[in-house]
């Protein structure tokens, strides 16, 4: 079994909220990682962070995201560091992935200073570009598509991803 969309892209670009209007167009389920995370490990995931550390959450993350390849068959959304391992870069080889891009004032303005995303507590326009620096090539790497969210709709998004599938709305 195979996921019929994989979405990539950094934190707060909209991989849930496009992940779930693609999976309600297509007729099929949505999947996020992070939400399988969550409820695997009953804490959030910058709970994780300050518990354990980056490398621990990685190590948890990259089986999720190896058991939610595995089974889901429907919309799959990674969180945004998923694409940091190799591991998990070899296992999207052949799948269908869409990176949401988005640019650093956009990125600024949509996550702003949220405690919950712990790689962007401090000097968020600082970190969002160092973040997307070390990971945007990584994305292109992994993607079959490419979609722009900046100043976009949800809708518009979702049009735009099925359109660079070229898939068919349920």
């Given amino acids: ?10 934190m707060g670009v909209g991989k849930s909220t496009v992940g779930q209007l693609l999976a ?4 099929v389920g949505y999947r996020d990682t992070d939400d399988d ?9 910058a709970e994780i962070f300050v518990d354990e550390g ?4 990685r190590a948890i993350e990259k089986q999720a995201v190896r058991t939610a390849l595995a089974e889901h068959k429907g919309v799959l959304a990674l969180g945004g560091g998923a694409v940091l391992d ?9 799948e269908r992935v869409v990176y949401l891009s988005m640019g650093v004032e956009e990125a600024v303005k949509r996550t702003g200073r949220n405690v919950a995303r712990p790689l962007l507590a401090v000097n968020p326009r600082k970190q969002w570009r160092r973040l997307m620096e070390a990971r945007r090539h990584l ?24 359109d660079a599938l070229e ?4």
Wanted: aromatic share 4%; proline share 5%.
């Fill in 1 to 10: 079994m195979t996921p019929l969309i994989v979405l990539v892209g950094p």
């Fill in 24 to 27: 309600e167009r297509l007729g």
């Fill in 37 to 45: 995370i969550v409820a695997a490990q009953g804490r959030s995931i």
């Fill in 54 to 57: 980056e490398s621990a959450f």
């Fill in 86 to 94: 190799a591991d998990t870069r070899a296992l999207l080889a052949g």
């Fill in 139 to 162: 994305y292109e790497e992994v993607a079959t598509a490419v979609v722009a969210t900046d100043g976009r709709t949800p809708e518009e998004v979702t049009r735009s991803a099925l």
């Fill in 167 to 170: 898939m068919k709305q349920a």
